[in-house]
């Protein structure tokens, strides 16, 4: 029976991470890895988590994204944390963007779904909009739109502006970026990628019924 109700924090749960090897997901993954409520959680990644990012209680799930549908088993969960993202610049065009933004959170979303998982969270970004005449933008938004008609009980979307904190990669302007996102005013400031994870996984334990959005100045609560 799929689980509709408040959550349950003396409850154990198993949770899905996908995109955890991110700025955010990073983050996620070490807080849930060490969250009394969390009994397994399964890094669902491309390649195998570094070392010092590991804690107990992850085991890794390493797939071709195109391929999830032959790992069904992994889906079999209570909670679902997709930070999954990538930029125009790195896929190579937008279609390669789209895929991994929309198509692969998607195919996650459903597939856990019909293994009876109850919550979904989702990293989303500020300014999304479905009908947005900026591509990024409208793919973030189209997305959001797909993961609340699968059916979720709960549904929490977090909407970040500028993610702030140590990439392993480097992105063309985000470094001034970051430097001068202190002097605007809190709805687009940066947020620090630590808070975001946070938001979220205290909206794990949380667990409200129907769809709740963590925009730029909540996340900066945390």
């Known amino acids: 029976m799929r689980n509709s109700g408040q959550g349950n924090s003396s409850t154990t749960k198993v ?3 996908a995109g955890a090897t991110g700025l955010v997901g990073q983050k996620i993954l070490h807080l849930l890895s060490r969250d009394p409520m969390i009994a397994e959680v399964r890094a669902l990644v491309r ?10 209680r992850v085991r890794e799930c390493i797939a071709d994204f195109d391929q999830l549908q032959e790992h069904l088993d992994w889906f079999k969960t209570d909670l679902v ?7 125009i610049g790195k896929a ?19 597939l ?14 500020l300014g999304t909009d479905p009908h947005s005449r900026i591509f990024y933008n409208r793919v973030k938004g189209e997305l959001e739109e797909a993961v609340l008609a699968v059916g979720y009980a709960s549904v929490t ?19 001034i970026a970051q430097r001068i996102s202190w002097m605007l005013p809190s709805p687009w400031r940066g947020v620090q990628a630590s808070q975001v994870a946070a938001a979220l996984v205290h909206a794990a334990h949380e667990k409200k019924p129907g769809m709740e959005i963590l925009d730029n100045k909540s996340l900066m609560k945390y």
Request: glycine residues 10%.
């Open 47 to 56: 390649r195998p988590i570094p070392e010092q990012d590991k804690g107990p």
């Open 157 to 175: 979307i977090a909407r970040p502006s500028l993610l702030l904190g140590n990439r392993r990669e480097r992105r063309l302007g985000e470094g």
């Open 112 to 125: 856990a779904y019909a293994q009876s998982a109850s919550h979904f969270l989702l990293v989303s970004a």
């Open 81 to 87: 944390f997709c930070a999954l993202g990538t930029t």
């Open 92 to 110: 190579g065009s937008q279609a390669a963007f789209r895929r991994v933004d929309f198509g692969y959170p998607l195919l996650i979303a459903k």
């Open 15 to 17: 949770a899905l991470l």
